[in-house]
């Protein structure tokens, strides 16, 4: 039977932790549920770093959002949800530049808990599909689309590893010739994405600036001089 992913759940309250826990179990996943930051992080420097976090911010013994920092060191690739019943953007703000990834507001929200946790699901599935192809990659020098093993493309094809599960916004550059769409398609594959449909791929420059929201978006027949026929954008 396959291993659950653990997620830790740092919450003082206890009706609210055995609740979240009791979630966590629903949607397939193993629940770490401890009370405060002292167990927080003995539960981080545990031999298995878990998955994901549910960190309140408001601990009996400090903020939840400076565990952030002991979770960049042990278990950087976890993914943290922080909750919290301050609802002021620079709270928020500061949760997500010290490394969340998500954020929820008490009381919590189960429907958006569940839809988050999903979400993680298809990540944690996405990584682990990137992380067999990247080993495949070592032994023989195939990284899906892209072939190679050279320290140069192994770098390359660590760094789509990183950004491929995520929601991540990509610039690929390089000179002409380099293989930047095949870069992107493979992104593309091995995201999340590729199951909700294809990559387009839109040469800009070859496109009038006039035309560019056209191409993108579509038009009716009629809505501008020349526009003879319905046109669905890219």
């Known amino acids: 039977?396959?291993?659950?992913?653990?997620?830790?759940?740092?919450?003082?309250?206890?009706a609210a932790r055995s609740a979240m826990a009791e979630i966590l179990s629903?949607?397939?996943?193993?629940?770490?549920?401890?009370?405060?930051?002292?167990?927080?992080?003995?539960?981080?420097?545990?031999?298995?770093?878990?998955?994901?976090?549910?960190?309140?911010?408001?601990?009996p013994d400090g903020s939840g959002l400076d565990l952030l920092e002991t979770v960049r060191e042990t278990?950087?690739?976890?993914?943290?949800?922080?909750i919290t019943g301050d609802e002021r953007v620079e709270t928020v703000v500061d949760a997500l530049r010290r490394g969340a990834s998500?954020?929820?507001?008490?009381?919590?929200?189960?429907?958006?808990?569940?839809?988050?946790?999903?979400?993680?699901?298809?990540?944690?599935?996405?990584?682990?599909?990137v992380e067999q192809?990247?080993?495949?990659?070592?032994?023989?020098?195939?990284?899906?689309?892209?072939?190679?093993?050279?320290?140069g493309l192994l770098a390359v094809y660590r760094q789509i590893q990183r950004v491929a599960p995520t929601?991540?916004?990509v610039l690929v550059q390089g000179e002409t010739g380099t293989g930047k769409e095949m870069v992107a398609q493979t992104v593309?594959?091995?995201?999340?994405?590729?199951?909700?449909?294809?990559?387009?791929?839109?040469?800009?420059?070859?496109?009038?600036?006039?035309?560019?929201?056209?191409?993108?978006?579509?038009h009716e027949k009629g809505s501008f001089t020349g526009a003879t026929k319905r046109h669905l954008g890219v």
Not at 1 to 14: A, F, G, H, S, Y
């Open 1 to 14: 039977m396959p291993t659950l992913p653990r997620v830790l759940v740092v919450e003082d309250d206890e």
């Open 26 to 59: 629903d949607e397939r996943f193993d629940p770490v549920p401890v009370g405060s930051l002292r167990e927080a992080e003995t539960a981080l420097g545990g031999e298995t770093p878990p998955s994901g976090l549910l960190v309140d911010v408001t601990l």
């Open 75 to 82: 278990a950087p690739a976890a993914e943290v949800v922080v």
């Open 102 to 129: 998500d954020y929820l507001t008490k009381p919590v929200d189960v429907a958006r808990l569940s839809a988050i946790l999903r979400d993680l699901r298809r990540r944690l599935a996405g990584s682990t599909e």
């Open 133 to 151: 192809a990247l080993e495949e990659a070592e032994a023989t020098g195939r990284f899906h689309r892209l072939v190679g093993r050279s320290p």
């Open 167 to 169: 929601e991540a916004t």
């Open 188 to 218: 593309h594959d091995l995201s999340p994405r590729s199951q909700a449909g294809p990559l387009v791929a839109l040469n800009c420059g070859a496109v009038s600036g006039t035309l560019i929201e056209s191409e993108l978006f579509g």
